[in-house]
């Protein structure tokens, strides 16, 4: 019973690599249109001082965007916020702490930026871990269901408000959340979800990033309920070379090495869809969509049972105190 706990999501989850990196094969990366300028718009970017949040932060930077990093790491997020600005694009770059690992840690950051007094036109919830032994966070949750979905759940309640106030019809507030394919093979057990019955670090990732799919649909669907000026999408940027994958076992450690440099999508590429739902002209007024290579597409059969998503709703309410 525990072998086949464990090692029915560990293939599910690579079979549906598989999948992904077949696709990518035949099928070139997203390419971004010309998006328009973003002059005066503020963003904030979960996990942006590398890999896909740092392209993302970036170009948003570019087109003229006040970007807000949020991160963990500070002396990385000093470096991405210099690299940024050296371009010199017009856009202005700052960094804030944050450790999605901590609720308190959201709630401090939530409070620092709603002090400066600034608006919220974009909020891309990016960061994320992957296939971490098992372990919790600092509030005692599962760390992916902690961190990859609750603290994000957290975070974007507590700057509703702000995006509501800075969106307005034909120029909404945006929320972007950057989910995965493996949302596809996901299980979302609600009596169990720090998955103490039987750990699987596989099962544990996909579960978080279903939670992220769900979510945004809720979401969706009780904005527009309200008339407010916001959208919220989820996007699957694909297999792409960043540090998510360096907690593979180390045989598969050694197969994708060579594997990531023919078939992975590097992080630009990666950031490409997140980009463009965050910016793009096509994508004003239009939420509740699950975006992957730049088209909308159908997520998971799980994702869109409307009890599903309202008992997770609740029930993630109640964990994190809103």
């Known amino acids: 019973m525990w072998l086949m706990s464990v090692l029915v999501p560990l293939v599910r989850l690579y079979l549906c690599g598989m999948k992904v990196l077949l696709y990518q094969l035949f099928n070139r990366s997203f390419t971004l249109p010309v998006l328009p300028q973003q002059n005066g718009k503020v963003a904030v970017v979960t996990g942006g001082t590398r890999g896909m949040g740092f392209e993302t932060a970036r170009h948003l930077a570019g087109l003229g965007m006040h970007v807000v990093i949020a991160g963990n790491e500070?002396?990385?997020?000093?470096?991405?916020?210099?690299?940024?600005?050296?371009?010199?694009?017009?856009?202005?770059?700052?960094f804030l702490y944050m450790d999605l690992t901590s609720l308190k840690s959201v709630r401090q950051f939530v409070q620092t930026f709603k002090d400066r007094g600034l608006p919220l036109h974009v909020l891309v919830n990016n960061a994320g871990t992957m296939l971490v032994p098992e372990r919790q966070t600092e509030d005692g949750f599962e760390f992916h269901f902690g961190l990859n979905y609750l603290s994000h759940f957290l975070l974007t309640n507590l700057l509703l408000d702000v995006l509501k106030k800075s969106g307005r019809q034909g120029c909404c507030s945006r929320i972007v959340n950057v989910a995965s394919a493996t949302h596809y093979v996901g299980v979302l057990d609600l009596k169990d979800l720090n998955r103490r019955i039987c750990y699987s670090s596989h099962g544990a990732y996909s579960q978080s990033k279903?939670?992220?799919?769900l979510f945004t649909y809720y979401l969706q669907e009780q904005l527009t309920g309200g008339g407010f000026p916001v959208t919220v999408n989820a996007v699957d940027p694909g297999m792409v070379d960043t540090a998510l994958y360096d907690n593979l076992w180390s045989l598969a450690q050694t197969l994708k090495k060579p594997v990531a440099k023919l078939l992975f999508r590097t992080p630009a590429e990666g950031a490409s869809t997140t980009i463009y739902a965050a910016a793009s002209s096509e994508m004003e007024g239009a939420g509740g969509f699950y975006l992957y290579n730049g088209q909308k597409t159908q997520s998971s059969d799980f994702s869109y049972d409307s009890q599903l998503q309202a008992e997770l709703w609740s029930k993630s309410c109640k964990l994190v105190g809103v």
């Open 74 to 94: 500070r002396e990385e997020g000093i470096a991405a916020i210099r690299k940024i600005h050296e371009e010199g694009n017009g856009g202005k770059a700052e």
């Open 210 to 213: 279903l939670a992220l799919v």
